[in-house]
Structures are given as C-alpha cells and as structure tokens.
C-alpha cells in the first residue's frame, strides 16, 4: 500500500504527513502528528481510552483512519489543559481523585468535556450512562463520577445565563 | 492512630502524578520515542495444542519493511532455558524455551518473531508466515487434566500434576466423627485476566559500544525483572538498565518476564538497533498472564450453635500450560490463610495445581481472591442447613479482641486485627435487623432481596520468613534511600514499581513525616534500576509497609543525623530538645516550639560544602540508605456487606448499596486508599458479575479474544461503594502501616455471592460457581420452578 500525502486539522493546527490510507487516525495522531496523549487501549472501539473530538463530538480515534478526517476539526487532550493549567473538570479529577494510572483518562476527559457542554446539568444516573462508553481498570468509577458532578456544577456556577 | 503524631501521613492531599496525566503528557512505554526503532509482531498458535512441523517464513520475508523474522530455534542460541526450580515439597520443577520450538500448548503460544520498520508491516508479515501444525488433543479443564489417560500438557512431566501440597493440623478426623452435623460446600472461581488498559510492552536497546541493554517497560518488579532478563541474555546485571516509565494498571500482570519482551532484547543484540514491541488487546486477551480458576470444597464440622469443630479444604487450581510462577504460589497462599478471623484448631487442606492447554496463571490482584468467599460461603451454607442467622454463625465463631494475637491453624499468627469491629460497623450502617424485614416484605411481593456479608482478613505484607514457612521462593525484605540535596531538596527512592497507585503522593508523606518536612519537597524516584536501590517491587499490598515503611525508617535516620547536625552548630550536647518540622529546625524551651532560625537548607549547606564544622563522627553529604525486613505476615481485615435485587424474569442482579468497613491501620494517604478500595472492590464485582476467560470444552480455543467477549462491568453496572475507615495500627511496622488493595476484591466476590444466594434461598438453590451471569440464574431459578411444579402436580 502506498503512502500518501494527507492534512489534519489537530488542535486548530494544520500537520501535513505521508501516509498509507489505511493509517488510523489514532496513529496518525500519536506518530505523525506527535499527540501521545491519546491512548490506544483496545483498538476496537470498547475502552474509550482513544477517544477524540471530531468537530466537537467524541470520537474513537481507532476507529477511523486518519485520511477520512481530511476537512474536519480533530481535537486532541493536548488541547485541553495545561499541568499548570488544569481545565474545570480536569481540576476536579484531580481533587476528587478520578484517576490513578491515567491511561484511560484523556478519552474520558475528552468525552465530557464535550458532553458537559451539551448536558450542564446531568444526575448521578446520566454520567454514569455517559461513562459507560470509557473502561477504567483502577477506579471503580465513583470518584471519576463525584468528578464530572462536580465540574459541572463549577461551569454552571461560572456562567449562570446558561441557566 | 498511633501514638506517634503525624503531620502529613494520613492527611488529605490530591495526587502529585495527575497533572501530567490528566493533560495526556504521561510517559508510557508507546510514548517514548525512539529514532530508528523496529517493530516486532508475533506469530502465534491457532491451536491449543499442536506439534510444530515447519515454519515457511519465504513470503513474509519478501515483504515491505521486513527486516528479519526468527523463530525458537535462534532464540534457543541467544538465551537460555527457563527454569522453575524452587526446592519445595510436592512441586515439580519445569523448564521452557524461550520460544517453542516442537510443540506449542495453548493458543496464542507465540511461535515465530516478525521484526519490520513499522507495526502495520510487522503485522502483514506475520500473516504471512506459513507454519504448518499436527494438531493434538488439547486438556482444557483441570478434571480433563487430572484424568489417567490425559494428554500431557508438558512432555517432560510424567502426568499434569504440577504440584500437590496437604497438611493436618490438630484432631480433624476425630472432629468430623463427633460432630452435631458435617456440611460440605463446594465454590468454584473462573478463568480471568487482569486487563489493565494500558496493554504490555517493551523497548530494547542494545548500545553496542558499551555492550550495554537499556530496556524500557512497564514492570512492577524493576529488580527481580533485570536479574531475570540478564540471566536469560547470559549478561551480567551491570550489562542492563531496565526502567519502567508512567505505567498504564499491572494488577499482577506486569511481574513476570515475558517470553516477548525477552524475544525482544535478544534481537535487538542480535541486530545492534532498538526493537520495539506492544501488544494489541487481543493478544493481551490470548497469551498475557491470566489467573484464578480454582475448584474448592470444603467440609466442615459443626455443633448446633454453628460452631466449627474442623475444616477440610480441598482447591483443585487450572495453572495453565507454564510455569511463570512456582504452582503453588498462589493456592497455596488460600490454603494459609483460610480460617480468617475464625478460630478454628482443626483444620486440614489438600491443595492441587494442574497443567492445561491454556495461558499460564499468575497472580492477579488478590492472587488468594477465592479465600473469604470460600470461607464465608461456607458459614453461610451452615447458616442455612442449621437454620441459623448468617451473622449468628459468624459471631460464635470469630476470635474475641482478648484471643488475639492468635496462632492460627497452620501457624500463621494474626494480630492487631478488629474483625468485630468491622462486622459490627458494616452491619449498624447498613441497618442488618431492618434489612431482614424489608426482605420478607418484599419477599411477598414476589421481589428477591439478598444480603450478603462477608469478613476479610487480607495478607498484605508478605515477609521472608512467611515464604520461607509457605514453601514459595522469595524474599520480603525492601530498600530505601534518602538524599537532602545542598539546597535542601529531598530526593527519595525505593525497589517499588508504580502501576497508578500514586507512590509519588502516599510515599513522600512516609518521607516528609520520617523527616519533618513538606511534602511537596519531596521528590520520589521509581523504577529505574540504575536510581532505585534493590527491592523486591510491587506485589501484593506490600507497597504500604515494606515500601512506605522502609522509607519512613530511612528518613527517620535522616532526621537524626540533621538534629545532630543542627545541635552542634547550636552549641548543644545533644538533639534531645530539638525537631525538624516543615524543613525548619526547632526547640522545646520549657513546653514551647521557638524556631531556631536554622533550616534544612542550612544543615545541608554545612553537609555539603562546609563538612569542617560537622559534628566528630558525622561524615559529609547527607546520603541515607536503609534495608528493611517487614515481620512474617501483616494483616488488615475488613467487612462487607450488600444488598441486591435478583430478577426472577431475567436472572440479573442488581446491586442496590454496597458498604465496607476496613481496617487498614495507618493509611499513608486517605486519598490513595479510598482509591485503592474502589479499586479493588470494582474489580472483585465486575470478576464475579461478567468477566470470564472462557477456553471451549472440546478445542481449548480461548472464546473471548475481544472486549466484547470478556466484558468488564463499566460505571453503569457497579454501585456506590460506602466506606467506613478503621484504623487499628500494626505494633510491629513502621509507622503502624499493615498495607491495602487487595481485600476489596476478596471481599466483593464473597459478599455478591452470598447476597445472591440468599435471594435465591427460599427456591433451596444454591450459587456455587462464578461468573453470576443471568444465563446461570436463570438456569438454577428455571431448574427450581420445575422441581416446584413437579412436587405440586
């Protein structure tokens, strides 16, 4: 298979590579574009751990591959936060102790923080459904759960007119 | 918590390893880039158990990329032979290449290396391979197994049985014969994996110049690991780095060298260039290290009050088809422990571990996972013929707070351990009298409510006179060292291996209060040989004492020699009235605290660059370094109990609250062990509910090769766990720390199971094998409704 030129748009950035067309987004992010920070957990689609926006939705990055995502907005956990500059729910996984090895961590982190856009207020019942799509292996889910909870309390406390 | 006061040890503090991971600038072992690294693939087994006959690599070696492909034959050359050897009665020892060569004995046995400039090649080439297999019968459970004309998994060994350990202690037979009744259980744990989400991996290095190997990977064992890849690569421990970056869970999984990783350091000697390996999730489902799979019966006598007068054990464990581990280092360990908080003086096991056609077993978070279930199912099956209260057997059976400490059966001794305190606490918070109630009401509503208890004591430290008296190879003890740098800094290492427990958050506080600083000044090290000292890493829980402990001892050295320091350049005789608190020095003038204006950083000062004025006998630099040897065994104990909701319709189980008190003794970091509770209480549910590695009867081929074959239970199958904290200190440790993680697993399999039986109770039938899936109740609740209508028609 041969290799071919192709353009992501990552993180509001242009990156040109080569590439085969069976490249998934995943290692293209990883390899060519230099994201580490998005995981490959199973590579078939069940653990979350790669997960990324595609035009602000969660997406598997295993998923799809990498040319299919020419003329899309592709959003990566690198640009998220900052260690010293945790984003709300960042910063509330850290205090409420949402994590541990951190593998699967930027597929959840990337999951909410778009569905904490669409779904300001959820309950304890809807964040659990939403994170069902993400596998932990160290957590037990309860402190990721107190987390999301609690940043979105933070972000409807910030900007009240949502209301 | 204990007398000692502590400052920063059991305080609230979030974790000092999130921000990196939290903001995907982790460094695991896919994320470190190597120029010029090639990729391995593996060619595995399609069958369980076949000879090899040929191995056609012609094609594959045509294609893009492809640089080399070896099989066991060259690997045969470049290391050498496995050997499980451990002088230990009832054990037999095995061997095995570093790749088969003649026969391959489960499915997923890699068989051939492919090495390419990428992955995706190294992976198109090993579909490529041709090897041609004379399939032969596979042994796909322990009973085919122990059969007489079984085929031998291992050819070298004259039948399947790999181990065979029994002992009686006290008057068993005379027991049995003399009691009120004898109630026989059985309970029977399936096949699991560890699963952790980051998969194995691995990068070699060969430096050609210095005939050195840097070998980067994820390990809980850095030591133990090197010594072991040295030996295997016939190079001198000098001659390897191995260093174990951010790792992505181990659970037990990442302890044993793997034929891959080894299969990768030898090439890349061979090759003089980086080789680079990780694993997809189907081979870590196929040939990663899998565990459990145990058959255990028990037969106890007892009087009319419940009161056991003896216990027969019985494990029968499926090992798999190598030994990565001695056989009977993980039942053996069950058949130790059993009785619990029980006194029970006539006790006898006969533990057996057989050979399959199947991934070799090791240990997987609570390697005795089966234990408590076993015991408390087995109180409660005398509960239920004797008519009696589960919780009533259990009271007439625990040791009182005056019996301990208490030599158990087998010798082992337990102490400072509060089984009435838990069982009375998780039963107050879950309101057992009312439960019992709400029951029978619902009962009559046609819903089935269960309550499940069960009572933990978790082996966490394991010393080395306790694998000396166990009959295991190993040793207990772990190292430390401590450097205040000239600005005052302190850096800290320990032999632990990190897998996300947050070491770097729960050790420096054993540092900062062994010293008298903050936290935050504290700079833990782990996982690279050259900068660790020696220890025995990361397995079972004993992370909390033999690592937080030995740092705690390292660093109260530490302090001894700064307050000498400090002493002498105050013009004092001696540091008696002096402490080290927040890197400040201070002094007790009558009873009050006056700072003394002197700080770490001025002790360090002198240490390093003024060693003159030092007091007479203290050498310069502030360098520490301590060896540790933790007592025999250390024990915390728990309780669990919940209540669930079986659906007579579907056969699901619903988890409606779930509590647990422990007793952990100190806790370094409340954080990091509520953690590790959630943890393991999660990963004992999810076990019992769904996961199971499951080989067909008939082929040995192994059925669930995807996530969607060996499901996890996600944050909509698991509950809210309640967590009640006890903390009765261990007098024997540092710090008063007994070490966590592992009994919540142990703990979440007995209480599911019992709280399941009992909401099938009134259909007299009983749970006794795992995973509780809605196909198996229903199977049972179906089989019961048939027997009622037949007895009614």
């Known amino acids: 298979m041969s290799e071919q030129r192709i353009t992501l748009t990552v993180n509001g950035r242009n990156i040109e590579f080569e590439a085969e067309p069976r490249k998934l987004l995943l290692d293209a992010l990883r390899e060519d574009c230099h994201l580490s920070g998005t995981h490959a957990g199973c590579e078939h689609g069940v653990c979350g751990a790669c997960t990324v926006l595609v035009d602000g939705r969660p997406t598997r990055s295993c998923l799809c591959f990498a040319i299919q995502m020419e003329g899309h907005e592709v959003q990566t956990i690198e640009s998220v936060g900052t260690p010293q500059k945790l984003s709300v729910l960042q910063q509330a996984l850290h205090e409420c102790h949402g994590l541990q090895c951190g593998f699967c961590t930027p597929g959840i982190v990337m999951t909410f923080e778009a569905y904490l856009k669409d779904h300001p207020e959820p309950t304890e019942a809807d964040i659990r459904e939403a994170l069902s799509g993400n596998l932990c292996r160290c957590t037990g889910y309860q402190n990721i759960v107190a987390a999301i909870a609690l940043a979105a309390r933070r972000m409807r406390e910030a900007s009240p007119h949502d209301q | ?793």
């Not at chain 2, 936290?519 to 004993?542: C, K, N």
Request: charged share 20%; aromatic share 6%.
């Open chain 2, 1 to 793: 918590m204990t007398s000692e006061a502590f400052v920063h040890i059991g305080a609230h503090q979030p974790r000092k390893e999130d921000a990196r991971l939290l903001t995907g600038h982790g460094r695991y072992i896919d994320d470190i880039v190597v120029p010029g690294a090639l990729h391995a693939c593996f060619v595995r087994s399609p069958h369980a158990h076949a000879e090899i006959r040929s191995v056609d690599m012609g094609a594959a070696l045509d294609m893009p990329g492809v640089v080399a492909i070896y099989t066991g034959h060259d690997l045969a050359r470049w290391t050498t032979r496995h050997r499980m050897a451990p002088p230990i009665d009832g054990l037999r020892a095995m061997e095995m290449d570093t790749l088969p060569t003649t026969k391959v004995r489960f499915q997923g046995d890699p068989v051939a290396c492919v090495i390419a400039t990428n992955r995706y090649l190294a992976e198109d080439a090993a579909e490529q391979v041709q090897v041609e297999y004379a399939v032969l019968p596979a042994v796909s459970t322990m009973w085919q197994a122990l059969a007489s004309d079984a085929p031998r998994v291992d050819d070298d060994l004259p039948d399947n049985l790999l181990s065979h350990q029994h002992a009686v202690h006290g008057d068993v037979a005379g027991a049995m014969a003399g009691a009120h009744r004898v109630i026989e259980s059985s309970f029977s744990q399936h096949r699991q994996t560890h699963l952790p989400i980051e998969t194995r991996g691995c990068i070699a290095d060969w430096d050609v110049g210095r005939q050195h190997l840097n070998f980067q990977v994820g390990t809980q064992v850095p030591h133990p690991y090197r010594t072991t890849l040295a030996a295997r690569l016939r190079l001198s421990e000098s001659q390897v780095s191995v260093v174990s970056p951010d790792v992505g869970g181990g659970f037990g999984q990442k302890i044993a060298l793997y034929r891959e990783e080894l299969t990768v350091a030898a090439v890349s000697m061979q090759l003089g260039r980086p080789v680079r390996w990780r694993e997809d999730r189907m081979e870590n489902l196929l040939a990663s290290s899998q565990a459990r799979e145990d058959f255990c019966r028990t037969r106890v006598a007892v009087d009319a009050q419940g009161r056991v007068l003896a216990l027969d054990l019985e494990i029968v464990e499926d090992f798999g088809a190598y030994s990565f581990y001695p056989g009977n280092y993980l039942a053996r360990v069950v058949a130790m422990i059993i009785t619990g908080p029980y006194r029970i003086a006539n006790y006898a096991y006969d533990v057996k571990v057989v050979l399959s056609n199947k991934v070799g077993n090791g240990p997987m978070r609570a390697p005795m996972s089966v234990t408590s279930w076993v015991m408390e199912g087995t109180l409660d099956a005398v509960a239920r013929e004797l008519g009696l209260d589960p919780v009533a057997v259990r009271r007439v059976n625990m040791l009182r707070p005056d019996e301990l400490p208490y030599t158990m059966a087998t010798g082992e001794v337990l102490a400072d351990v509060s089984p009435n305190a838990t069982m009375d606490g998780v039963l107050a918070a879950i309101g057992y009298d009312s439960l019992r109630q709400r029951q029978a009401q619902a009962r009559a509503q046609g819903r089935w409510l269960g309550i499940g208890v069960c009572n933990v004591v978790e082996s966490t430290t394991y010393g080395s006179k306790f694998y000396k008296s166990a009959g295991i190879a190993g040793s207990g003890h772990e190292a430390a060292w401590i450097r205040i740098e000239p600005s005052g800094a302190v850096n800290a290492s320990v032999g632990l291996g990190a897998t996300g427990q947050g070491y770097e958050t729960s050790l420096a506080n054993a540092v900062a209060d062994g010293l008298g600083v903050s936290p935050a000044d504290v700079h833990v090290l782990l996982g690279h040989t050259d900068i660790a000292p020696y220890g025995m890493g990361s397995r079972g829980a004993r992370g909390g004492t033999a690592g937080g402990g030995t740092l705690y001892l390292c660093a109260q050295q530490a302090r001894a020699t700064v307050l000498a320091i400090a002493a002498h350049l105050s013009g004092l005789a001696d540091a008696q009235a002096l402490r080290l608190l927040d890197s400040r020095v201070q002094q007790k003038v009558v009873d009050q605290w006056q700072d003394t204006g002197l700080t770490l950083a001025d002790i360090a000062r002198v240490a390093y660059l003024d060693p003159l004025a030092l007091p007479p006998g203290v050498s310069p630099g502030l360098e520490f370094h301590l060896t540790y040897e933790p007592p025999p065994m250390t024990y915390s104990n728990a309780s669990h109990a919940c209540v669930v909701e079986v659906d007579g319709a579907t056969g699901a189980v619903h988890i409606e609250r779930y509590v647990v008190a422990e007793d952990c003794g100190t806790v370094l970091s409340p954080v990091v062990v509520e953690g590790q509770q959630h943890g393991a209480i999660a990963m004992g549910l999810s076990g019992s509910l769904y996961e199971h590695i499951e080989y067909d009867s008939a082929t040995g081929q192994n059925l669930s090769g995807s996530l969607a074959d060996y499901l996890v239970a996600t944050s909509h199958e698991l509950p809210h766990f309640e967590l009640i904290p006890m903390h009765t200190p261990n007098l024997s440790t540092p710090a008063g720390i007994k070490g966590m993680a592992e009994g919540g697993v142990m703990g979440a399999i007995g209480a599911l199971s019992n709280a399941v039986n009992d909401a099938l109770a009134h259909l007299g039938v009983v749970v006794n094998q795992q995973p509780l899936t809605p196909m198996y109740l229903r199977g049972l609740i179906r089989q019961a409704q048939l027997n009622t209508n037949k007895t009614s028609t």
